[in-house]
């Protein structure tokens, strides 16, 4: 009898959260193909404020992925979204200039944690994009809906972007 009051309850719903301030948009706005025709998957994106130097954990979970030219990171959330946060557009190209990781793969994140330090004034400079699409790299498993917020200027670690829940 009790047994079943005691258990965990899985997690079935959970509020992703802007990783920077600046203005929220659709990634079907975002200028980069990839994105724009989500073949990157479903998602959103936020032009930061130039003046932001800090990208936040978009959810609690676990660094999956840092690419090896510091300008993305994946989190596998506690729902088993596999969430990318790109920072940029072509910043691949910077072989790692401008950004400084303050996490590693494995470590355990929180909402709002620190994980990179950006230097988006050096990347608008090289006439890179500043745009940081966030997009959900396992949508094809088709386990996601999505409830996408109001485009809006979003806090990082404050403003949520949409919410996800299992189908």
Not at 30 to 42: A, L, N, R, T, Y
Not at 136 to 164: M, P, R, Y
Request: proline share 4%; net charge neutral.
């Amino acid at each position: 009898m009790f047994g079943k009051l005691f258990q965990k309850q899985a997690v079935k719903e959970e509020k992703i959260y802007a990783p920077i301030s600046g203005q929220s948009q659709m990634v079907t706005d975002v200028p980069d193909p990839v994105f724009s025709e989500k073949m990157m998957g479903e998602g959103m994106a936020v032009t930061p404020d130039i003046r932001t130097h800090t990208v936040v954990a978009p959810v609690d979970g676990e660094i999956i992925q840092l690419a090896s030219t510091k300008h993305a990171f994946g989190i596998r959330s506690k729902l088993g979204e596999e969430i990318l946060v790109h920072i940029g557009l072509d910043t691949v190209e910077l072989k790692g200039e401008g950004f400084e990781n303050l996490v590693k793969t494995g470590d355990k994140v929180r909402v709002g944690q620190p994980v990179m330090k950006v230097d988006f004034d050096f990347i608008n400079k090289q006439g890179k994009g500043i745009v940081v699409p966030i997009v959900i790299t396992n949508t094809a498993e088709d386990k996601f809906s999505f409830k996408w917020s109001e485009l809006a200027q979003v806090t990082a670690g404050k403003s949520v972007l949409f919410t996800s829940r299992l189908k």
